[in-house]
Structures are given as structure tokens and as C-alpha cells.
């Protein structure tokens, strides 16, 4: 009866002891479970931000190469325009020089008079062959001087032309950079589903909480153990449990 009461006097006690330890291993657990979802957050987060950061690269590219394909088409098409204007103006060389090199002719002048068939004087048979030559050389000028001026108005034209071209070829050599600097960017990404919770903790402190889980856990077994029993454990016994 003696050995009964004392049993039963110690309980308490006991009692005490093991919800001490569930108290210790539920703390334990909770900052464990947090270090654990907290760093799983940070994963979520990181992986978020890569696939954020790759979707802006991504559109940022595809835009730059529209752009790129839009110059090369204009390019393309500014260069079948120029190849016509320098046809242009091979033609208008050519027939400058047609022109240029035509000399006058004598015309055939019938020196008597129509209406009466009696013979002209000199001087107006002088006269009509020199108004002809005046005329052929007055038509050539004129026709020259027009080649001229729409020779200045292609070449002004091929000018323009050849400066967009220069311009467009600029801008795609630019542009064509700077889609190689966001693929760059883009490969330099990590892989988000490479990202893992131990990556983003203290493994220190995910460490001593695993021991101390662990530790705790031993002795609240123990406990619970002896307790059963109908046995108290004192101090130095706890103390040898841990060990």
C-alpha cells in the first residue's frame, strides 16, 4: 500500500514532466513547420519572378524581331525602288546622249514660188534655212534641259533612297544586338523547377530543430513509457534519457 500511495503521489509530477515535453515538441514542431513554409514561400516567390522576368524578355524579343522584319521588308522594298530609279536614269543618260549627239541636216528648200513658180531671192531661201537650223537647235536645247532637270529630280530621289536604306540597315543591326543581349538575358535565367526549399533555408537552424524534435520526442516516449509502468522518473533518469 505504501509502494501504491507514493506511485500515485508521483504522478502528478510525472504528469507535469510530459506536458512540459508536449509543450517543448509542439513548439519545436511549429518553428520547424514554419522555417519549412517559409522557405517553400520563397521558392514560390523566386520561381514567380522567374517566369515573370521570362514572359517580359520573351515579348520583349518577339517585338524587337516584328520590328526587324518590318525594316528588312522596307529595305527590300526600297531597294527594287531604287534599282527602277537607277534604270531611270540610265535611260535618261542614254537618250541625253541620243539627243546630244544629233546634228542639224540642210533641209531640201524649194526655191521658187509656189503660187507663181517664178524663182525666190537668195535671202529667203537664206532665211527659211536658217530658221530651220534655229529651230532644230532651240528643240534640242529644250529637250536637254528637260533630261536634265528630271535627271536632278531621280537623283535626288536615289539619294533619299540609298540614306533610308543606310538608315533601316542601321537600325536593324542595332536591333538584331539587342535581341542578342535579351536571349542572353533570358538564358542566364535559372530553371524555376530547379528551385528547392533547402536552397532558400538556415540549415543550422533546420538542423537543431530536427534534433530537438527528435530529443524531445525520445523523452516523451520514455516518459510515457514509464508511465504506463506506474514508475516516476526523476531528474538524473531524464537526464540519462536525453543521453
Known amino acids: 500500500k505504501e509502494l501504491e500511495q507514493l506511485s500515485l503521489s508521483a504522478k502528478p509530477k510525472s504528469d507535469d514532466r510530459v506536458s512540459t515535453l508536449e509543450r517543448k515538441l509542439v513548439d519545436a514542431q511549429t518553428k520547424h513547420y514554419r522555417l519549412m513554409e517559409t522557405a517553400a514561400q520563397e521558392v514560390r516567390n523566386k520561381q514567380n519572378r522567374i ?14 524581331k516584328s520590328k526587324i522584319t518590318l525594316l528588312n521588308n522596307q529595305i527590300e522594298s526600297s531597294k527594287q525602288l531604287l534599282e527602277r530609279k537607277q534604270s531611270q536614269r540610265q535611260e535618261l543618260l542614254a537618250e541625253y546622249k541620243r539627243i546630244e549627239s544629233l546634228t542639224w ?3 531640201q528648200v524649194d526655191d521658187h514660188c509656189p503660187t507663181c513658180g517664178q524663182a525666190l531671192p537668195d535671202t529667203n531661201v537664206e532665211k527659211v534655212i536658217a530658221d530651220h537650223k534655229l529651230h532644230f537647235e532651240q528643240d534640242k536645247l529644250k529637250k ?3 533630261i536634265v532637270e528630271q ?3 531621280i537623283a535626288l530621289i536615289i539619294q533619299k533612297i540609298q540614306q533610308e536604306i543606310a ?12 535581341v542578342e543581349i535579351e ?3 533570358l538564358a542566364s535565367l535559372p530553371d524555376p523547377d530547379s528551385m528547392t526549399v533547402e536552397m532558400f533555408i538556415d540549415n543550422g537552424q533546420l538542423e537543431t530543430l530536427k534534433t530537438e524534435i527528435k530529443d524531445t520526442q525520445t523523452q516523451l516516449n520514455a516518459l510515457l513509457d514509464l508511465n504506463k509502468q506506474g514508475t516516476d522518473v526523476d531528474p538524473q533518469s531524464m537526464d540519462r534519457i536525453k543521453e
Open 51 to 64: 517566369l515573370m522576368d521570362r514572359q517580359d524578355i520573351t515579348f520583349k524579343e518577339s517585338s524587337i
Open 105 to 107: 541636216d540642210k533641209p
Open 144 to 146: 536637254l534641259a528637260t
Open 151 to 153: 535627271g536632278k529630280e
Open 167 to 178: 538608315n533601316d540597315s542601321s537600325s536593324v543591326s542595332d536591333l538584331t544586338k539587342a
Open 183 to 185: 536571349s542572353m538575358k
